[in-house]
């Protein structure tokens, strides 16, 4: 019963914050929602006997990932410039369609799914989140993946960099 | 490395529907912010939401089927975070630089 009342806590969070992130005009306050979303996130995570996911998900989402958006949101300043109407306001309303769409359609898979338990207390689980076991599931099976990771980090900050200096170069180098 | 169910002895917890039901909601509030907002940045935020969304669905069942499997998706899934985060902070950057406004709709042409 605790563990429910948890979850009941950390899912109104992330959803309330959820919501502050996609209404909130201010994008420095959409950041710092984001920020409660994802620590209600890591309880969840706690909750799934995932402590090392979540251990990461405090420190490299809510910290360093998040800083980063802070730190853009600071450079570019506090005003972004002024939007006119939106041309494309009356497409909303496909949006809205769309959402409420998948809506049912996600409803309707998890009320008639047929999976063993789904609806149920869950099994007890042997040791799987543990920093050890994951660090042994890096190195044995997954090891591949693992490589593959650091190759898409690499790509990702040659980008940055190419992207930063054709920046400078647009404006001669100031 | 088959995933079984090793253990039959249930404890009092959340079942996995709730995990995946909070996870849906998650990813369409989610969407709603990508489909609905302009300024990229937060576009970027809504987009994380989306991702986060998905790593509660990978660990739940994870804790399902009882293997590391879907921790182990849900760390990969961090990492393609970041980097995506990254890319996309220094094209709005850029683009901020060359004093363009920032609205994703005003940003439809692509020319090298």
């Known amino acids: ?26 994008p420095f306050r959409a950041a710092v929602a984001l920020i409660v ?12 006997r995932a402590p090392f996911v979540a251990m990461i998900q405090v420190i490299v989402y809510a910290g360093a990932i998040v800083v980063l958006f802070l730190f853009v949101i600071a450079y570019l300043g506090d005003h972004p410039p002024t939007l006119g109407p939106d041309p494309l306001a009356r497409y909303q309303v496909l949006a809205w369609l769309a959402i409420i769409g998948l809506g049912i359609e996600g409803f309707l898979a ?3 799914s047929h999976l063993p338990g789904i609806d149920a207390n869950p099994y007890e689980v042997s040791d799987i989140g543990s920093p050890t076991a994951i660090g042994n599931a890096f190195i044995s099976t997954f090891s591949v993946a693992f490589e593959a990771t650091s190759l898409v ?7 940055a960099v190419l992207l930063a200096r054709r920046a400078v170069l647009g404006e001669r180098g100031r | ?89 220094g094209l709005i950057v850029a683009v901020y630089r060359q004093r363009l406004a920032l609205d994703v709709d005003a940003l439809s042409r692509l020319k090298g």
């Open chain 1, 110 to 112: 998890l009320a008639n």
């Open chain 1, 1 to 26: 019963m605790g563990e429910r009342i948890f979850f009941a806590i950390a899912a109104f969070g992330a959803i309330a914050s959820a919501v502050t992130v996609i209404t909130v005009r201010n």
């Open chain 2, 1 to 89: 490395m088959t995933p079984t169910l090793i253990s039959h002895h249930t404890t009092t917890g959340v079942p996995l529907s709730w995990y995946l039901a909070l996870s849906g909601v998650l990813f369409l509030l989610g969407l709603l912010g990508v489909l609905t907002r302009r300024n990229p940045l937060l576009l970027l935020l809504a987009v994380e939401l989306m991702l986060n969304s998905a790593n509660i669905a990978l660990v739940g069942f994870s804790r399902y089927w009882n293997v590391s499997d879907g921790q182990i998706f849900a760390l990969v899934v961090m990492v393609v975070a970041a980097a995506e985060v990254v890319i996309g902070l």
């Open chain 1, 37 to 48: 979303a994802l620590l209600s996130i890591a309880v969840v995570f706690l909750l799934q």
């Open chain 1, 153 to 159: 980090l690499l790509v990702a900050a040659i980008g």
